[in-house]
C-alpha cells in the first residue's frame, strides 16, 4: 500500500509521537508513507526527522524530495511574475514569505479574509500561470497546474506505484481526494468528507481498519 499523507492537522500536531509510531510500524510491514504538505521545506523538515517516509512532497506539489532530502522534481514560479507580485503584495501585507530563492511558492499572512479573497482573485486574473487558494492564514500562491495530485501522479508515473490512498483534511487536499481514494479524518471539511471513500475519527484508525490495510 502507497499512502500519501496531508501534515498539518491530519497527522500534526495532535498525538504526533503515536501517529509517528503508527506511521512507522506501517512501513516495517512493506508499505510506502509519503508525506504531501502546503508547507515549504524548511517549514516541515525539522518536524519529520523521526518518520519513515519515502518522499516529502511541499508546496503543494511544486517540489518533491526524496528520503535522503534531495531535490528531485520542481515547479517554479517565474522570476518577473514573482517580481511584481511581490511588489503588489508587500503594498497591502506586512509578512511575505517565500519557500527559498529558487521560489515555486509564495505565502502571504492575511488578517481580513474579504480583502484576502479580492486580491487572490486579482492576482490569478492578472498572471493565468499562477492559481492559489486561502487557507487559514496566508494566501498560497504556486504555478497553475500544480496540486498535490500532480505530484502524486508524478511518483506514480515513475515508479509505478498501485493500491495508492490519500489522507487529509483541507481545501488542498481537495483534488488529490478527486483523483485518488480517500481517507477522511474528524478534521476534515465537508469536501474532503464528500470525496473520501473511508472514514475515521482519527489518523491512527487507519492502521486498525480491515477494510483498508
Given at each position: 500500500?502507497?499512502?500519501?499523507?496531508?501534515f498539518d492537522l491530519t497527522i500534526y500536531p495532535?498525538?504526533?509521537?503515536?501517529?509517528?509510531?503508527?506511521?512507522?510500524?506501517?512501513?516495517?510491514?512493506?508499505?510506502?508513507?509519503?508525506?504531501?504538505?502546503?508547507?515549504?521545506?524548511?517549514?516541515?523538515?525539522?518536524?519529520?526527522?523521526?518518520?519513515?517516509?519515502?518522499?516529502?512532497?511541499?508546496?503543494?506539489?511544486?517540489?518533491?524530495?526524496?528520503?535522503?532530502?534531495?531535490?528531485?522534481?520542481?515547479?517554479?514560479?517565474?522570476?518577473?511574475?514573482?517580481?511584481?507580485?511581490?511588489?503588489?503584495?508587500?503594498?497591502?501585507?506586512?509578512?511575505?514569505?517565500?519557500?527559498?530563492?529558487?521560489?515555486?511558492?509564495?505565502?502571504?499572512?492575511?488578517?481580513?479574509?474579504?480583502?484576502?479573497?479580492?486580491?487572490?482573485?486579482?492576482?490569478k486574473n492578472k498572471y493565468p500561470n499562477l492559481?492559489?487558494?486561502?487557507?487559514?492564514?496566508?494566501?498560497?500562491?504556486?504555478?497553475?497546474?500544480?496540486?498535490?495530485?500532480?505530484?502524486?501522479?508524478?511518483?506514480?508515473?515513475?515508479?509505478?506505484?498501485?493500491?495508492?490512498?490519500?489522507?487529509?483534511?483541507?481545501?488542498?487536499?481537495?483534488?488529490?481526494?478527486?483523483?485518488?481514494?480517500?481517507?477522511?479524518?474528524?478534521?476534515?471539511?465537508?469536501?474532503?468528507?464528500?470525496?473520501?471513500?473511508?472514514?475515521?475519527?482519527?489518523?491512527?484508525?487507519?492502521?486498525?481498519?480491515?477494510?483498508?490495510?
Open positions: 500500500m502507497i499512502l500519501f499523507s496531508d495532535s498525538k504526533f509521537k503515536t501517529n509517528i509510531k503508527a506511521i512507522n510500524k506501517f512501513v516495517e510491514n512493506d508499505n510506502t508513507f509519503i508525506i504531501a504538505t502546503g508547507r515549504p521545506y524548511f517549514s516541515i523538515i525539522k518536524h519529520i526527522k523521526k518518520i519513515k517516509y519515502k518522499y516529502l512532497i511541499v508546496n503543494d506539489g511544486a517540489k518533491i524530495y526524496d528520503e535522503n532530502n534531495h531535490l528531485i522534481y520542481e515547479q517554479l514560479i517565474n522570476d518577473n511574475d514573482k517580481k511584481e507580485i511581490l511588489s503588489l503584495a508587500k503594498e497591502k501585507y506586512s509578512k511575505i514569505i517565500l519557500d527559498d530563492e529558487r521560489t515555486s511558492k509564495i505565502f502571504v499572512r492575511f488578517d481580513n479574509e474579504e480583502d484576502a479573497k479580492i486580491f487572490l482573485d486579482n492576482i492559481n492559489g487558494y486561502l487557507s487559514r492564514k496566508y494566501i498560497n500562491l504556486l504555478p497553475n497546474n500544480i496540486s498535490k495530485a500532480t505530484a502524486i501522479d508524478y511518483l506514480k508515473n515513475k515508479h509505478n506505484y498501485e493500491n495508492i490512498y490519500v489522507v487529509g483534511d483541507g481545501i488542498n487536499d481537495i483534488e488529490m481526494f478527486a483523483n485518488y481514494p480517500g481517507i477522511s479524518i474528524k478534521t476534515s471539511i465537508e469536501e474532503v468528507r464528500q470525496l473520501a471513500k473511508y472514514h475515521v475519527n482519527e489518523f491512527k484508525d487507519i492502521f486498525k481498519n480491515e477494510e483498508i490495510i
